[in-house]
């Protein structure tokens, strides 16, 4: 693999030259404290002032960037009486300093949003992306993040176009496709060649990543585990008791893709919209007989752990499960994904 | 990229009363194209707008065997079936689809049939009966056993009476209460066993119905000997996209909206959860 490298202090200039081109969407820490992706404004003071904000440190991003192609509320169509207005193609969009597991997370919906029907919506914000990740030295969620077990992180072994290891002043840039190719000679003047020992270095700093990550579960055998004939009736019953069904974890997850379609109309005009929505909320399987087969709460549960751990699985081949941690970080009673592996996997008790 | 969430823009032409809560709505697409390229299988839906209330997933309740329209008999349940009901002749009716797999047919050729609904259960069926009877003598005996919690509920009664005068062809009716004059049995659908014979030697039971009435009726077809294989049965469930991706409908890694609706009886035992009442 190629390596290239940039330094630091060239980041905010590399970010300036590509908003002109790209749609870029970028970690920035906002005054509050938190760090989200941020899509950079095309004006020059408003894309200064984010630009100050960019923070590629080792940070807890709250959600993954999976909003760029599957926005939270997005319109479908417009309509004025009886015609119909199709939402205008996007423009292209690069993901600046995704995490590798949220890319992994970004890979997998790229699949599902492909498979049976296409998902014109997504595929076409989707379809020229360029990702660019940066490993993580640390784990941003330190008691949450199990990278190493689903073999999710810290760093990508491909799947990226360029990927950032963090070597102290200046990152090296691995190559990871032709459009990452592309893009770096597009910006030759900031990306300098690497030096001829800077391969060990990577390699040195992968692996002290690794080791840097500490929550390790049994991520294989809970899918053989998951994949075969089992009972898990009282973990389902026990946790469905225990959950709050706030939706949190629905809300973070980077693979979570269902949604919810609802119309707006003020006079003749309207649109018809569509929403994250999931799984664990009572109403998402009933109908309007009034009739709901998932109403038991254990019901939903089952659905939530064998929908990441089985049926993704079986179906794609790919775990519907990235180990980011978000689902335990952001749950208000405590219950997690690495805590579910763990106890299918070692019969513990957890929650 | 073509964009399958658009829906095609048709004219209702007629609408027909069937039961108290029940219209069929005839629609023609206005785009002669997609009127000419709408090529449906019987047991297959769509999805039915009414711009600025929202979309339902609703049985296509023509017969492919007739041509240049669609037909879809609707109850008036929730907000979308509402306003569907508040429309009249010459109005629009937004429509995409078809979606879904597709009752058997050729597989059916030579067998008797058992159609066994309850209430809104009998649109969903209406499809395939009619292409049945359009090539009656492909066919075997035919039974319509049909449940209804009142005599105001039984839909397509003008029908019931047609299917009821074709050679071969029985119609079993029962309510669960009865009004003055009504000819026919009392009690659920189970109850038709005791009227006539329900006999599993070359049949093939096609249902719809309400959970609970599955339940009953599977029970009662396996006591009568019929096999799960020879159970076919066309599944309800929330479905807002209609093409795999909102979620709503999965069971399992299936989803009912491409996988489904219909099934036979062994693929829905074979369903990983416990979802199902039957």
């Given at each position: 693999?190629t390596?290239?490298?940039?330094?630091?202090?060239?980041?905010?200039?590399?970010?300036?030259?590509?908003?002109?081109?790209?749609?870029?969407?970028?970690?920035?820490?906002?005054?509050?404290?938190?760090?989200?992706?941020?899509?950079?404004?095309?004006?020059?003071g408003?894309?200064e002032?984010?630009?100050?904000?960019i923070?590629?440190?080792?940070?807890?991003?709250?959600?993954?960037?999976?909003?760029?192609?599957?926005?939270?509320?997005?319109?479908?169509f417009?309509?004025?009486?009886?015609?119909?207005?199709?939402?205008?193609?996007?423009?292209?969009?690069?993901?600046?300093?995704?995490?590798?597991?949220?890319?992994?997370?970004?890979?997998?919906?790229?699949?599902?949003?492909?498979?049976?029907?296409?998902?014109?919506y997504?595929?076409?914000?989707?379809?020229?992306?360029?990702?660019?990740?940066?490993?993580?030295?640390?784990?941003?969620?330190?008691?949450?993040?199990?990278?190493?077990?689903?073999?999710?992180g810290?760093?990508?072994?491909?799947?990226?176009?360029?990927?950032?290891?963090?070597?102290?002043?200046?990152?090296?840039?691995?190559?990871?496709?032709d459009?990452?190719?592309?893009?770096?000679?597009?910006?030759?003047?900031?990306?300098?060649?690497?030096?001829?020992?800077?391969?060990?270095?990577?390699?040195?700093?992968?692996?002290?990543?690794?080791e840097?990550?500490?929550?390790?579960?049994?991520?294989?055998?809970?899918?053989?585990?998951?994949?075969?004939?089992?009972?898990?009736?009282?973990?389902?019953?026990?946790?469905?008791?225990?959950?709050?069904?706030?939706?949190?974890?629905?809300?973070?997850?980077?693979?979570?893709?269902?949604?919810?379609?609802?119309?707006?109309?003020?006079?003749?005009?309207?649109?018809?919209?569509?929403?994250?929505?999931?799984?664990?909320?009572?109403?998402?399987?009933?109908?309007?007989?009034?009739?709901?087969?998932?109403?038991?709460?254990?019901?939903?549960?089952?659905?939530?752990?064998?929908?990441?751990?089985?049926?993704?699985?079986?179906?794609?081949?790919?775990?519907?499960?990235?180990?980011?941690?978000?689902?335990?970080?952001?749950?208000?009673?405590?219950?997690?994904?690495?805590?579910?592996?763990?106890?299918?996997?070692?019969?513990?008790?957890?929650? | 990229?073509?964009?399958?969430?658009?829906?095609?823009?048709?004219?209702?032409?007629?609408?027909?009363?069937?039961?108290?809560?029940?219209?069929?709505?005839?629609?023609?697409?206005?785009?002669?194209?997609?009127?000419?390229?709408?090529?449906?299988?019987?047991?297959?839906?769509?999805?039915?707008?009414?711009?600025?209330?929202g979309?339902?997933?609703?049985?296509?309740?023509?017969?492919?065997?007739r041509?240049?329209?669609?037909?879809?008999?609707?109850?008036?349940?929730?907000?979308?079936?509402?306003?569907?009901?508040?429309?009249?002749?010459?109005?629009?009716?937004?429509?995409?689809?078809?979606?879904?797999?597709?009752?058997?047919?050729?597989?059916?050729?030579?067998?008797?049939?058992?159609?066994?609904?309850?209430?809104?259960?009998?649109?969903?069926?209406?499809?395939l009966?009619?292409?049945?009877?359009?090539?009656?003598?492909?066919?075997?005996?035919?039974?319509?056993?049909?449940?209804?919690?009142t005599?105001?509920?039984?839909?397509?009664?003008?029908?019931?009476?047609?299917?009821?005068?074709?050679p071969?062809?029985?119609?079993?009716?029962?309510?669960?209460?009865?009004?003055?004059?009504?000819?026919?049995?009392?009690?659920?659908?189970?109850?038709?066993?005791?009227?006539t014979?329900?006999?599993?030697?070359?049949?093939?039971?096609?249902?719809?119905?309400?959970?609970?009435?599955?339940?009953?009726?599977?029970?009662?077809?396996?006591?009568?000997?019929?096999?799960?294989?020879?159970?076919?049965?066309?599944?309800?469930?929330?479905?807002?996209?209609?093409?795999?991706?909102?979620?709503?409908?999965?069971?399992?890694?299936?989803?009912?909206?491409?996988?489904?609706?219909?099934?036979?009886?062994?693929?829905?035992?074979?369903?990983?959860?416990?979802?199902?009442?039957?």
């Amino acid at each position: 693999m190629t390596l290239k490298k940039i330094l630091k202090s060239d980041i905010k200039e590399l970010l300036r030259q590509s908003a002109k081109e790209w749609e870029v969407y970028a970690p920035v820490t906002a005054e509050e404290g938190d760090t989200l992706f941020t899509r950079l404004p095309k004006e020059k003071g408003k894309l200064e002032k984010a630009l100050q904000g960019i923070n590629l440190k080792d940070e807890w991003v709250v959600i993954s960037p999976k909003d760029a192609f599957f926005p939270q509320l997005e319109d479908m169509f417009h309509f004025d009486k009886e015609k119909i207005i199709d939402t205008p193609s996007p423009s292209k969009k690069l993901i600046f300093g995704v995490r590798p597991c949220d890319a992994k997370g970004i890979l997998f919906s790229d699949e599902f949003f492909k498979k049976n029907y296409e998902d014109k919506y997504y595929l076409s914000r989707a379809k020229d992306k360029l990702m660019i990740a940066v490993g993580c030295l640390t784990p941003p969620r330190p008691e949450a993040c199990f990278c190493t077990s689903a073999k999710t992180g810290p760093f990508l072994e491909s799947g990226f176009d360029l990927q950032l290891v963090d070597a102290g002043g200046a990152y090296l840039v691995e190559i990871g496709s032709d459009k990452g190719s592309e893009f770096v000679n597009a910006h030759a003047k900031l990306f300098k060649n690497s030096e001829k020992d800077e391969e060990d270095k990577v390699k040195k700093i992968k692996s002290k990543a690794a080791e840097a990550v500490n929550l390790k579960v049994d991520f294989e055998k809970a899918l053989e585990i998951m994949k075969g004939k089992n009972d898990f009736t009282e973990n389902y019953e026990r946790i469905g008791e225990r959950c709050i069904y706030c939706g949190g974890c629905l809300y973070v997850c980077p693979t979570c893709t269902c949604f919810n379609v609802l119309d707006d109309k003020k006079g003749d005009k309207g649109v018809r919209r569509r929403n994250w929505d999931g799984c664990v909320f009572r109403g998402y399987t009933r109908e309007a007989s009034g009739h709901n087969p998932r109403d038991k709460k254990s019901l939903r549960t089952t659905r939530r752990y064998e929908h990441k751990l089985k049926y993704d699985y079986s179906a794609t081949g790919m775990s519907g499960c990235i180990a980011c941690g978000r689902c335990l970080t952001s749950c208000p009673v405590k219950i997690g994904m690495s805590k579910f592996i763990e106890e299918i996997t070692t019969g513990k008790r957890t929650m | 990229m073509k964009n399958d969430y658009l829906p095609h823009k048709a004219k209702i032409t007629s609408i027909q009363k069937e039961s108290f809560d029940t219209n069929t709505y005839k629609v023609v697409f206005d785009d002669k194209k997609i009127k000419d390229t709408f090529d449906y299988k019987q047991g297959q839906f769509a999805e039915i707008s009414v711009l600025g209330v929202g979309e339902a997933p609703i049985s296509i309740t023509s017969s492919p065997t007739r041509k240049g329209f669609l037909e879809f008999s609707i109850r008036n349940t929730g907000k979308v079936t509402r306003a569907i009901h508040d429309l009249k002749v010459n109005d629009p009716l937004f429509v995409r689809g078809p979606y879904g797999n597709s009752f058997p047919y050729d597989e059916l050729k030579g067998k008797n049939l058992y159609f066994i609904a309850g209430g809104i259960g009998l649109p969903p069926l209406r499809s395939l009966i009619n292409m049945v009877m359009d090539n009656r003598k492909e066919f075997g005996h035919v039974k319509i056993l049909y449940g209804a919690k009142t005599p105001d509920e039984v839909c397509f009664k003008k029908e019931l009476e047609e299917w009821k005068n074709i050679p071969n062809t029985e119609v079993w009716l029962t309510v669960d209460k009865p009004c003055d004059g009504w000819g026919c049995s009392v009690g659920v659908v189970t109850e038709l066993w005791k009227e006539t014979n329900v006999h599993p030697e070359n049949a093939v039971a096609i249902l719809c119905g309400p959970p609970i009435m599955i339940k009953f009726v599977i029970a009662r077809l396996a006591e009568s000997g019929f096999k799960d294989i020879d159970i076919v049965m066309t599944l309800e469930r929330y479905m807002k996209c209609g093409i795999g991706k909102c979620g709503h409908c999965n069971i399992g890694e299936k989803f009912v909206c491409i996988d489904g609706p219909v099934f036979t009886y062994n693929q829905v035992k074979a369903f990983p959860t416990k979802e199902h009442a039957f």
